[in-house]
């Protein structure tokens, strides 16, 4: 079997064939000022159960390692800054995934007077993963969205 896989390698090294998804996504989470449901939700995509790390998705406690920016709920005056410096951190290639309605804008609940511009108009999301709050399920099928798209090539 070895031998097999070597050879494989071997043809596919010598065709110039390009590699498949990534063997793995960093994400650095952001709660911008969710209600918390998409963090439960990510806590339970995370977990044994569910196991987003079998597809080589783990989450990072720091941007300056992660591929993938998370952000949960609407962008709150207080969060903008510490958002835009997460973002900032993180090296390129580098993607921002929208985790839930809140984060898309749509039906946002709050005082308007304390929410920022939508995550949209602040930061290139690439990713969006829908709902209120979306199932685990959603959110590894979301991530491996991201994986199989691939990273954005650096200029």
């Known amino acids: 079997m070895h031998v097999l896989l070597r050879q494989l390698n071997r043809v596919r090294r010598d065709a110039r064939l390009p590699r498949g998804r990534p063997a793995s996504l960093a994400v650095r989470h952001v709660d911008a000022g969710s209600c918390n449901g998409c963090e439960h939700e990510l806590q339970a995509a995370a977990s044994p159960f569910y196991d987003l790390q079998r597809f080589g998705i783990g989450i990072v ?3 300056r390692h992660a591929d993938i920016l998370l952000v949960t709920g609407p962008v709150t005056t207080r969060m903008r800054e510490a958002l835009l410096a997460a973002y900032a951190a993180m090296p390129e290639p580098r993607l921002v995934a929208a985790l839930g309605d809140c984060a898309m804008g749509c039906n946002v609940l709050g005082d308007p007077a304390a929410l920022a511009e939508p995550l949209e108009e602040l930061l290139p999301v690439a990713v969006r993963i829908p709902g209120c ?20 090539r650096v200029a």
């Open 133 to 152: 709050p979306p199932t685990p399920d959603a959110i590894a099928e979301g991530l491996l969205g991201a994986l199989d798209g691939g990273l954005p």
């Open 61 to 63: 406690a720091s941007p």
